[in-house]
């Protein structure tokens, strides 16, 4: 399974290069290996295990992923990303930050009136 990784890694760090993006949406997922990065500490368990992130970067119309590195949440790591994502594209990046749905608070939610529970017909 790992040399699988590494030869799909490998295909697309060959074949996606100097794409033309019109709107990129970077994201970073994150998961753990082994135990979360709190329970790591407490333990005294080695750099194996812990939080991971995988920091991803789509062209929003085409759905095409041109980047993503996995590793931890640090400044090289997101500076390697960068890189990765200049490479794979034609250098413009329009970045734009996710949309996420308008938040609806509780009192903005309709309260039901005796007109709102009235019934036609």
């Known amino acids: 399974m790992v040399e699988v990784g590494r030869k799909c890694e490998a295909f697309l760090t060959r074949t996606v290069r100097h794409v033309p993006v019109n709107d990129v949406q970077a994201d970073e997922i994150w998961g753990f290996v082994g135990c979360k990065e709190r329970t790591k500490q407490r333990n005294g368990y080695g750099e194996e295990v812990g939080d991971a992130w995988c920091f991803v970067a789509i062209e929003r119309?085409?759905?095409?992923?041109?980047?993503?590195?996995?590793?931890?949440?640090?400044?090289?790591?997101?500076?390697?990303?960068?890189?990765?994502?200049?490479?794979?594209?034609?250098?413009?990046?329009p970045v734009v930050p996710e949309r996420r749905p308008r938040r609806v608070r509780p009192r903005d939610r309709l309260r039901p009136t005796g007109e709102d529970l009235r019934h036609d017909g």
């Open 61 to 93: 119309d085409t759905k095409l992923i041109l980047a993503w590195h996995l590793d931890k949440r640090t400044t090289d790591a997101t500076v390697m990303f960068s890189a990765d994502l200049r490479d794979a594209t034609d250098g413009r990046l």
